[in-house]
């Protein structure tokens, strides 16, 4: 969730200063902010953080889309906000490995009938006043 390996350090000790990386911005700042507000140990924020991520599939391309699909079908959801610890490796990843798995299943698709959001969602597309 950092970007950055604190595995190393104490997990009751104080949460250490960290260098900045190339990882996602927003969640690492909000821990960190938190850490600064509130001085907990690792194994707190750890916690903490892990607490309010969400639903989280780990493991090969076949067992996270076993479990996509048993939220698709068994479970009434209608689609996934998809979310990775770090990019462009995360992303790549389960585009390369995962949404292959997907398609196979015929549960993700592997083309678009239209080319705008507005033709997937059947609506019908202005007259550009412009021209």
Do not use: C
Not at 67 to 76: A, D, F
């Amino acid at each position: 969730m950092l970007g950055f390996d604190v595995s190393g350090f104490d997990p009751d000790g104080l949460f250490p200063a960290i260098p900045v990386t190339n990882a996602s911005k927003t969640a690492p700042e909000k821990v960190i902010e938190d850490a600064r507000a509130h001085n907990p140990t690792i194994r707190q924020l750890a916690a903490k953080a892990g607490s309010y991520a969400g639903l989280a599939f780990v493991g090969t391309p076949a067992s996270i889309a076993d479990e996509m699909e048993i939220w698709l079908e068994e479970r009434g959801s209608d689609g996934f906000v998809v979310m990775f610890p770090y990019l462009s490796e995360g992303l790549n990843d389960f585009v390369d490995i995962v949404v292959p798995e997907l398609q196979r299943r015929g549960i993700s698709r592997k083309e678009y009938e239209g080319t705008t959001l507005r033709h997937l969602f059947g609506l019908p597309q202005p007259e550009n006043r412009f021209f």
